[in-house]
Structures are given as structure tokens and as C-alpha cells.
């Protein structure tokens, strides 16, 4: 009944959308006189924000067509080099370009989608061969292709690293973890340290991950342990209706994810959209879009699955079972002191309401083997959870450590 209810305010709001953005067009168009006084600026700029804010969205694009390398303009093109039931690699491909460290950059599962890492991608195109974890939306994964849990996630991120391993020179990938995907990411290096897999990565660089989130515990963290599992899986699970692939699945839908946040910062989200209002009320298009742009991805959800999100909820934020040293992937021990090759860098944001300082850094007390040589901890001032992979804090003092990083245990 949940998702039927979704799709039903979905399908009005489309619809209350498309009318807004029309009358907002027709108050703007310089044929009208309304256009020059009285009301109809104020009006036609409110109903503009009313119309992207209810707009129904997809799944946005990379867009990333080119690079710039030393002076140069480098073309992209995007490749998917394995395709899976719930997710596919994805490369970003620099044409004339060979060489260079490989790095995967391993996309959250958290109701976004991996597009919401473009800056991350863009800003480290020009220093390395990139591919990225290009997740899909549960909804339209039909029931005949199983189940998707954590165990199935850090299979996955085994996988891609073999192939980005044994491709091309077989030197062995860098990996970049950002947000919820530190936990999964963190066990795949366990688990292939402890089997000397080939193609274990070089270094692990987490940013703003939840390895122990009873460091400086957030709102989030607050909302995944003051109830008990029974009550997820009660209140916030729901079945794909007949009119996806995916009819039947059970999921935890984007949209509920989506209200999470912006209910976190309700006061931040109406100030953004008054801004935008303000903007457009002086013709300053430019600073609108601005807004619209992040808005676009931000308001871009998709779902989990029901097993992904409720196996997260308990070995990740109720149990702690990884810096507890009880977290198991198919019945074998994950055991961070098998990591004594991969160098690990944790990255925080000084301002991060997600993951609280401390939850990444603690990745690297757990590995007890690994050399301090090894190890390396960035808080970034003045970061939120968002500054840490997406603009200027992240491209000019977050990725050149990154990269000098890397650079160092190539």
C-alpha cells in the first residue's frame, strides 16, 4: 500500500508540475505584458520552483565527455566493462590515454545514484583510469534475478577488482570508498589480504564511512539503533507494484530515504529554495540554476533492496560487527588484521552530520597488522558529508591528497 500511495501523489504531482512549469513559461515569455509588472514575475518565479520541485526524475546522466590533461583536452567515453543483475563497472575512458593508476571508485547504495559522484569522477579523471560501481535501481531488477544483500554487495566489489586487476597491464587497482560503502569495501580488502588475492588493491581510501558508528554517533545513527530491527522491516519495507520489472521486491524505496534527509535539514532545504526564488525574481538565472542543478541529483532517487538495507541496519549501525571483530561473509570471519599491504587513508568532514568524526578514522585502528607507514588520517575543515566528495573543498585539498596517496604506494 505504501509504494501505491507514492506513486499516486507521484502521478499528481507530475501532472500539477507540468501545468506550473507551463504557466511559469507563459508569465515569463517577453510577448506578455504580464510579464513586465504588477505580480506576474513574483508569481511566475514561485511557480517555477513549485515545478522543479515536484518534477518527477529518472536516472541523470554522467555527462563527462571530456577531460583536460596537462593543457589538453582529453575525450571520454563511458564503457561498461562487466554488467551484473543489480549493478555494472562502468569506465570512464580517456581516448589516446594508457598508463596511469587504476582506480575504482566504489558509489554508495543509499538511494542515490552513482551519478551523485560526477565531481568525484571529474576531478580525478585527469590523474588516473577510472571506473566506478554504477549501482541499479532494485525496482527495476525482476524477481527471476534473486536476491541482493551485503554479502552479494562485497562479492560484487571482489569482482570489479579482479577485472580491473587482470585488464591491461594487471597492475593491481586503487580503490575509493565513499560513504556506506567503507564498511563493504573495507571487508572485500579484508578477505582478499587474507586469501593474497592478486588483485587486492593497493590502497583503500574511505571518505566519511560508518566503520564504527558508535564514534560521535549522528542523527542517522541515533535513527538505526533506537529501534529494534523488527521494526524496519515492519514500517519502512515495501513491494514494487505490477506496473515495474521488479514487481514484487521487496524494497526500501529511495523516496523514504529522500524524506529522511531533507527532513534532517528541513531549514537548509526551504533557505535553498528561497535563494532560488530570490534568483529568479531578479532574472539572476545563473544563481537559479545553481540550486536546480543540485536539486536534480539530490531529488534523483532509487530503491534498495529490502535484504541490502536490513542487513546494513544490523551489522553495520546495530551490531558494530566489524570494528567488533564479528562481522562474517558467508560464514567466514572478516578479519582486519589480515590487511598488511593495503595502505589505508581515512578521510572526515569536520562538519559531516552523516558519519560523525571518529566512524572512519577507526578503520584504522582496526587494522592492527598494517604498518603506520600504511595508514594515513585527513580531517577536512569546514567540510559536510557532501564537501567531502563534491566541490572545491574536494577538488582542491581533499583529492591532491588523495592523489599524492596514491601516488606513494603506487
Known sequence: MLYNAYEMQRSMLAGASAF???????????????????????????????????????????GLDHTVIDGRTVPVVEEVVLRKP??????????????????????????????????????????ADVYITDWRDAKL???????????????????????????GDGERPHMLAVCQPSVPCYAAACLMSADKHPNRPK????????????????????????????????????????????????VYPGFLQLAGFMTMNLGNHMMSHWEMFKHLVQGD?????????????????CDMTAEFYLQTIDVVFQDHALPKGIMTHRGRTVDPAAITDIA???IEGERDDISGLGQTKAALTIATKLPAAKKKYLMAEGAGHYGIFNGSKWRNKIAPVLEEWMAKHA
Open 86 to 127: 543489480f549493478g555494472q563497472l562502468k569506465r570512464f575512458a580517456r581516448e589516446g590515454m594508457t598508463g596511469g593508476p587504476k582506480l575504482l571508485i566504489v558509489a554508495p547504495m543509499s538511494g542515490h545514484y552513482a551519478t551523485l559522484l560526477r565531481g568525484t569522477v571529474e576531478r580525478m579523471l585527469p590523474v
Open 344 to 346: 589505508i587513508l581515512a
Open 141 to 167: 531488477v525482476p524477481l527471476a534475478d534473486g536476491r541482493f544483500d551485503l554479502d552479494d554487495y562485497i562479492d560484487y566489489i571482489v569482482e570489479f577488482l579482479d577485472v580491473i586487476g587482470t585488464s
Open 203 to 250: 590502497t583503500l581510501t574511505m571518505m566519511g564511512g560508518p566503520i564504527d558508528t558508535r564514534e560521535a554517533p549522528t542523527a542517522v545513527n541515533t535513527l538505526a539503533t533506537e529501534r529494534p530491527y523488527a521494526w524496519f522491516e515492519q514500517n519502512v519495507i515495501a513491494t514494487i507494484p505490477a506496473t515495474y520489472p521488479g514487481a514484487g521486491r521487496r
Open 20 to 62: 506550473a512549469d507551463f504557466s511559469a513559461g507563459m508569465l515569463s515569455n517577453p510577448a506578455n505584458p504580464f510579464a513586465y509588472f504588477g505580480g506576474g514575475p513574483i508569481l511566475g518565479s514561485a511557480l517555477e520552483v513549485f515545478a522543479h520541485a515536484s518534477a518527477p526524475r529518472g536516472k541523470p546522466a554522467f
Open 285 to 301: 538565472d545563473e544563481g537559479a540554476d545553481a540550486t536546480k542543478d543540485f536539486y536534480e541529483e539530490y531529488r534523483s532517487v
